[in-house]
């Protein structure tokens, strides 16, 4: 089946600091990539889809002005975490779906995020 | 109401016994749906599509009830490695930049020696 794949898989970083996260489609294009958190114990929760070559839908609750995503190729999407806070430790997950395809969603590996 | 419901559990059950968990959905226009599954820590990876006449995957078997927007899926003989979260997810759209899938909460199984 078709590969997404996050780059990195656990980052530990500093409060304050930012930290960017990748999702790649290896094999398809991915016109649409979406972007989730999950805390421990709870669901996914949807914070973004990502539209190539335009800005990114945000839901509601989530900050676009700290969560920065940019979608600038078919293939690449990226999660950026400015300032980070402790409160924003959580495993982010990205998804990706080919275009024109009716077929399920792929997922990256997922991110472990600690702030320290 | 959310878009996607399901039972978060969590059910505990036997092994070899047989659990259904259902999901329900609220817009009709609803095009595909997907069962899930996910480990502790890890991605969600795909179970098996459903569709609407119902399939079967070995243990599995989902089913499609759109006049009462739910769908539904049967382990038998459940295993221990059955232990994880399964995820409804529903796929509302059309194959364009504007589609949109939507998760529900999981269900946590934890099948028992």
């Known amino acids: 089946g078709a590969v997404v794949s996050q780059h990195p898989s656990r980052v530990i970083c500093k409060s304050g600091t930012s930290v960017k996260i990748e999702c790649r489609s290896l094999?398809?294009?991915?016109?649409?990539m979406f972007w989730y958190r999950q805390f421990p114990k709870q669901s996914l929760m949807l914070m973004a889809t990502?539209?190539?070559?335009?800005?990114?839908?945000?839901e509601q609750g989530v900050e676009k002005d700290k969560f920065l995503i940019n979608h600038a190729s078919l293939t690449l999407s990226t999660l950026t975490v400015t300032s980070a806070h402790p409160e924003d430790s959580s495993f982010y997950i990205c998804?990706?779906?080919?275009?024109?395809?009716?077929?399920?969603?792929?997922f990256g590996q997922g991110t472990r995020l600690t702030v320290v | 109401r959310k878009e996607v419901e399901q039972d978060p559990g969590p059910f505990n059950v036997p092994e070899g016994a047989t659990v259904a968990f259902n999901c329900t959905y609220s817009n009709s226009a609803s095009q595909s749906f997907f069962w899930y599954r996910q480990d502790c820590r890890k991605e969600p990876k795909l179970l098996m599509s459903?569709?609407?006449s119902g399939n079967e995957d070995g243990r599995f078997t989902a089913q499609l009830n759109r006049a009462s927007q739910y769908i539904s899926l049967l382990i038998r003989d459940s295993k221990l490695s059955d232990s994880a979260t399964y995820l409804c997810?529903?796929?509302?759209?059309?194959?364009?930049?504007?589609?949109?899938?939507?998760f529900g909460g999981g269900t946590r199984l934890m099948v028992k020696p």
């Open positions: 459903v569709y609407s």
């Open positions: 997810v529903v796929w509302v759209g059309n194959n364009n930049a504007g589609n949109m899938l939507t």
């Open positions: 990502s539209n190539e070559g335009s800005k990114a839908t945000y």
């Open positions: 094999d398809f294009q991915a016109t649409t």
């Open positions: 998804s990706a779906r080919e275009w024109g395809s009716y077929t399920e969603a792929f």
